[in-house]
């Protein structure tokens, strides 16, 4: 007698939170490469990203989204339109808290913004590496009681805990399905939108107060050359002329060293040697302007 495989599981998974609870981190643990920005400053991923998850019995297509808050400006309307989007277009919603933090008012208020929404939801308590055991033990009680998820899975996406057994359990929730993206295909991202997200990760990452939030980057051109090096034009925005000159630095020393960063770890992404050549502009209140918020890509 024959036996018979097993069918091919494949669907999409949509990671849902607040900001910093490590959406991009996971997305990145999960597929094993760096795709998404990361930071320990909250509202870093501004667009919907994927990341895909091969694994022997199947697919799972992930799709960061921006941390859900109470958004002021239009950038900030928009992005949080971008993971609502999500909410009825994916198999499976992953809702991820930071569990050093407990459940907060803040999660209650992304839980709020899912009423009616019938897509089954796991739970998933990430930064466990902060939570004493005894601590976490309450919480994943606290939460059985509410009875709203399909599963409580504790893990810890920075340690790489409890990753190994999360990949399956997704896979368990999605339906039978093809496969969306050929094995070689981690993500659906055009690689300049790539390029601009490392250059803006290293800004957020360099940078402080508002100057993060204000910056937007736009790769105007990338062209390898007869040397085989990628030469990439980049434009970085600010909303004013002093964020711009923080930019710059000192005789150009913070554009240089954000330089630099982005550089080599365009480099290491794409495997080639890369000339970058960053300039930096001022669009006053560009985040509250929908034609800059089209044009940077955020609509
Ligand atoms: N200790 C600890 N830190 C973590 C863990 N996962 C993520 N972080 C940190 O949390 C911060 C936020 O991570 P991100 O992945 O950028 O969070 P995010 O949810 O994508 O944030 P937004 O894009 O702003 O919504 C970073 O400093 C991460 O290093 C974890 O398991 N443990
Ligand atoms: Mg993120």
Redesign the pocket.
Known sequence: MSKTEAPFKSGYAS?I????????????RLVARKI??????????RNKITGVVHLPGGQIVLV????IHESSTKLNRAMVKASFSTYKDVDLILF?I?A?QGFSEDDEYVLQSMQGVTTTKILIL?????VPKLDLLGLIDKMHKRALFEEIIP?????K?GLDLLAPLILKYLPEGPQYFPETMITDCPEDFLIAEIIREKIINQTHFEVPYAVAVVVEQVEESKSDVLVIDATVYTERDSQKKILIGEKGAMLKKVGSLARKEIEKRFAIKVYLKLFVKVKNRWRDNDRYIKEFGYL
Do not use: E
């Open positions: 990671l939170g607040k900001p910093n609870v490590g959406k991009s981190t996971l997305l990145n998404a920005a990361m930071s320990a400053k909250p509202q870093t991923t960061d989204t921006p941390g991820l930071d050093s990430n930064k466990i590496d902060l893990i810890s996406a920075l340690k805990d």
